[in-house]
């Protein structure tokens, strides 16, 4: 079975950048694709966009440019890179095993001054 589990969210302020992590805890983590979620408090969630274990990637419009998705497959591990953060950006980022209902547990990313 496969679980997701994050890590590294946190506060930070305006203009900093922060990185995710999301550890597959599978044989089975290639070839598959990965997405990512953010959930603004008392708003839907919403996709940033998806990466598949060879690297390629999709991003939504609205965080094109500032959020980049890579993906380390020795670890079974998939990262998300963001930058120039406001605190529109704040939330709860999931990463979830596209095509199915496994969800990581979430991580809490706060920007504020």
């Known amino acids: 079975q496969v679980q997701l589990v994050e890590s590294g969210g946190g506060l930070v302020q305006p203009g900093e950048s922060l990185k995710l992590s999301c550890k597959v805890s599978t044989t089975l983590f290639s070839p598959y694709v990965y997405a990512w979620y953010r959930q603004p408090t008392s708003k839907e969630r919403e996709c940033l966009g998806s990466i598949n274990t060879e690297g390629g990637t999709n991003y939504a419009d609205s965080v094109e440019g500032r959020l980049t998705f890579s993906t380390d497959n020795t670890r079974n591990t998939m990262y998300l890179q963001m930058d120039s953060l406001t605190p529109d950006d704040s939330g709860v980022y999931y990463c979830?095993?596209?095509?199915?209902?496994?969800w990581g547990q979430g991580v809490q990313v706060t920007v504020s001054s």
């Open positions: 979830k095993f596209a095509g199915t209902n496994v």
